[in-house]
């Protein structure tokens, strides 16, 4: 047992060392040359990657067809290495700094509504575009303090940087499986809370809702939470569009006013958000999270007459 612990041990501190190493090299890199090298190296990262690498192919096969597939996987790579690469920026620059990087707002009136308002506010978006960067942006744009509901790290060390880095620009981590209470707590006092809501859940409090075609447990715990609080529902996102550069985009926020608080509002809400998601990942369908397993029923098949984004993105 003691032996097993010293391993992770070693493991956790090599992981550190490397992600350290990495952070480092990008820093020191021009923003172009980050870019390209990152982008190349998530390209290449598919090859040693397997077991992910043929999630992503699966769902794109599903959705595109057998062909374009292998190309659509290159790209979600890709982006994932500018993802990787662009990490850097958080100890890099400051909240000013930060900002200099968003050449564009689409939505900045509802971003301003639910910024300048007295209630909470419930920020639900996609592990799309740069997610990390976008909590650190939006206590920039009126929503703080935010709260972040999150999953803890695997590795200790690197979980305490992240954490050290989030609340550096502004934000609170909560742990996600006690994040209850301190989220009702929070959007009473009119903060803001922020969450995912685009990857695999189960157990209670979920619903089988088509999602990018496909039907897909969805947890019901923001519309709970609109619904308990009168908080709207918030779903921007923050899309690449080159070196240090990105789009901050914000949707019209969901009233929980216009649903009635019954199961029959929460599943109607819930089904509201999903829509809102998908839009935000149809502007930018290769900078989302394919190579996790968000389908896992077999066998898998789309819903009859869904359309998936166009790979474009603008949808």
Not at 21 to 38: D, E, I, N, S, T
Not at 186 to 193: K, Q
Request: proline residues 7%; aromatic residues 6%.
């Amino acid at each position: 047992m003691a032996g097993t612990g010293r391993n992770g041990l070693f493991r956790h501190r090599l992981e550190a060392w490397l992600v350290t190493g990495w952070l480092g090299l990008m820093r020191r890199l021009p923003a172009r040359a980050r870019y390209a090298l990152a982008g190349r190296l998530g390209e290449w990262a598919r090859f040693l990657d397997r077991r992910h690498a043929r999630v992503a192919r699966e769902s794109l096969a599903l959705r595109y067809g057998q062909r374009a597939a292998g190309p659509k996987v290159r790209d979600v790579y890709r982006e994932l290495g500018h993802l990787a690469g662009e990490m850097a920026l958080l100890e890099q620059r400051g909240p000013a700094g930060l900002r200099q990087l968003v050449t564009a707002v689409e939505g900045r009136q509802h971003l301003e509504a639910v910024g300048s308002g007295k209630r909470g506010v419930i920020v639900v978006t996609a592990h799309l575009g740069n997610w990390e960067l976008l909590g650190h942006l939006l206590p920039q744009y009126g929503l703080s303090p935010l709260h972040v509901v999150y999953r803890r790290l695997d590795n200790p060390i690197l979980d305490a940087r992240l954490r050290d880095s989030r609340e550096r620009h502004g934000t609170r981590a909560l742990e996600r499986r006690s994040a209850t209470r301190p989220s009702l707590t929070a959007l009473r006092r009119g903060e803001a809370v922020a969450l995912l809501l685009d990857q695999h859940t189960r157990g209670k409090g979920t619903l089988r809702l088509p999602f990018l075609g496909e039907a897909a447990p969805v947890s019901t715990a923001p519309a709970r939470l609109a619904l308990q609080t009168g908080c709207p529902i918030l779903s921007p996102a923050l899309i690449r569009e080159g070196p240090d550069r990105f789009r901050l985009v914000a949707f019209p926020p969901l009233e929980p006013g216009d649903y009635p608080d019954s199961e029959e509002g929460v599943a109607e809400l819930t089904a509201g958000i999903v829509r809102v998601l998908e839009a935000c990942i149809g502007r930018a369908p290769a900078q989302w999270f394919w190579v996790h397993r968000r389908w896992r029923e077999r066998p898998r098949c789309l819903v009859p007459g869904s359309e998936p984004p166009p790979w474009n993105g603008e949808a």
